[in-house]
């Protein structure tokens, strides 16, 4: 407990509930995304089943992210007037359940259509989540949190890839779905029964961690003026005027959002970083096995490179942006587009042994995923309390239309083609148009 808290709060224990709120939040997060991408890992598997070309393979991986960003806004204006206690535990259970529908699928035609179901029910949940992070952290820690929160992302493909390959191998590839979708049913129950909407309404929050919640004014030794969400300091002077901080009002109502150059820009730099990394996520299997020579279960761990790179990159990233750079989010979402350029020409040219690309895979997940926290913390200081989970809304719903277009055009320039080349140049050319949009938008102060 600190020394102002101590004063107010004298002989009362401060607790600490918003971080057990965190690791639930990491588990739901995690078990969402082992749903969504081990389909990459089974793809190959279900090729040689159905017998489909690598479009129609795309489209597959593709279906996700039109139902993702379809139910995406609709549950911002849910969340934002009801809260996020029971449309999370309801996503949660449905998305789990459509997972299980994936491994009784008996053709491309449902395969795409159990896989639209499964968008449409995880899509509630990043903004559930994300709303409670702004809701259950104090400014200071809003990007670690979040950071955290993404890490979940690169959790779970970590694992998913090899454990998937050797399901696949030794039961079939349907028995992936069976087996992913068991955990969700008990998380959902889990997050109903474990976190409240906001931090006043639980039990397990004192007074004291209440406070913290809601002060973002804190005490701080550095000595820097800290006013509205970021901290201001003459050791920034040039990088604050670089990255184009203004004093804006926070945004709102659902016409602000929906009007703001800064939110659609940041929703349109995140549709680029995301066709990069759902991309990937979707075809790196495939180009492991057909391009590099890997067998399935070597794969499996190989592909699970980029994955422990971003977990790292994204923890990294919420923890620079939050302590090091004084809560400025330009600066890491802007090194995260041109690093990304950067190693998409370094892939174009990798060599074929299994180091070289294990390296490469590795430094593609920590560029993409430094920057990462920084898109959806970027949305909380740019939109009022009240709206935050509709101007989250917007960001996933419209950045995830990547992954819904970039698996279908890696697909078609590798039936096009026939080299993996022209898919890591699509990749290039997106984190290139990212970082064009970056440069553009506004830092909230």
């Known amino acids: 407990m600190s020394r102002i808290e101590s004063t107010l709060y004298p002989g009362i224990a401060r607790t600490n509930y918003r971080f057990v709120v965190l690791s639930l939040i990491f588990i739901v997060y995690a078990i969402n995304y082992a749903d969504r991408t081990n389909i990459g890992a089974v793809l190959p598997f279900i090729i040689d089943e159905f017998h489909i070309n690598n479009f129609e393979a795309g489209a597959i991986a593709s279906m996700f992210f039109l139902g993702y960003a379809i139910s995406q806004i609709p549950a911002g204006f849910f969340i934002a007037r009801k809260g996020t206690r029971g449309l999370v535990s309801l996503s949660i259970f449905g998305f789990s359940a459509f997972t299980w529908l994936m491994g009784t699928a008996s053709s491309v035609f ?160 995140y549709f680029m970083m995301v066709s990069v990394l759902y991309g990937l996520l979707t075809w790196i299997p495939l180009y492991l096995v057909k391009e590099k020579g890997f067998n399935f279960m070597s ?23 939050d302590r090091l750079l004084g809560r400025r989010r330009k600066p890491t979402m802007l090194f995260t587009a041109i690093t990304t350029v950067i190693m998409m020409l370094i892939m174009l040219n990798i060599p074929g042994n299994t180091l070289a690309v294990c390296t490469g895979l590795f430094m593609v997940g920590l560029c993409l995923n430094i920057g990462w926290p920084a898109f959806t913390a970027y949305g909380m200081a740019a939109a009022a309390p009240k709206t935050y989970p509709i101007a989250a809304a917007i960001i996933n719903s419209g950045g995830n239309l990547g992954g819904f277009v970039s698996p279908m055009v890696a697909g078609f320039l590798l039936d096009s083609t026939g080299s993996f080349n022209a898919v890591f140049t699509w990749f290039g050319i997106c984190a290139a148009l990212g970082l064009v949009v970056i440069l553009f938008l506004d830092e909230p102060q």
């Open 110 to 269: 449902s395969l795409k259509l159990i896989r639209l179901g499964l968008g449409l029910s995880e899509g509630p949940c990043p903004v559930g989540l994300t709303a409670t992070i702004n809701n259950w952290f104090p400014a200071r820690e809003k990007a670690t949190a979040t950071g955290v929160f993404i890490a979940a992302t690169m959790f779970a493909p970590i694992i998913v890839p090899p454990l998937a390959v050797w399901i696949s191998v030794t039961w079939g590839w349907r028995w992936v779905f069976y087996s992913f979708a068991i955990p969700g049913i008990v998380v959902a129950l889990a997050w109903y029964l474990l976190v409240k909407s906001r931090p006043g309404e639980s039990r397990f929050v004192s007074e004291s961690e209440l406070s913290l919640i809601t002060n973002d004014r804190q005490a701080n030794s550095d000595p820097a003026l800290q006013e509205g969400n970021i901290v201001l300091s003459p050791r920034f002077a040039l990088l604050d005027k670089l990255i184009r901080v203004r004093k804006l009002a926070p945004l709102d109502s659902a016409k602000a959002l929906f009007t703001s150059k800064n939110i659609l820009g940041d929703c349109v730099a």
């Open 299 to 321: 794969m499996g761990l190989v592909a699970s490179m980029p994955c422990i790179g971003g977990f790292i990159g994204a923890i990294v990233g919420g923890w620079i942006s």
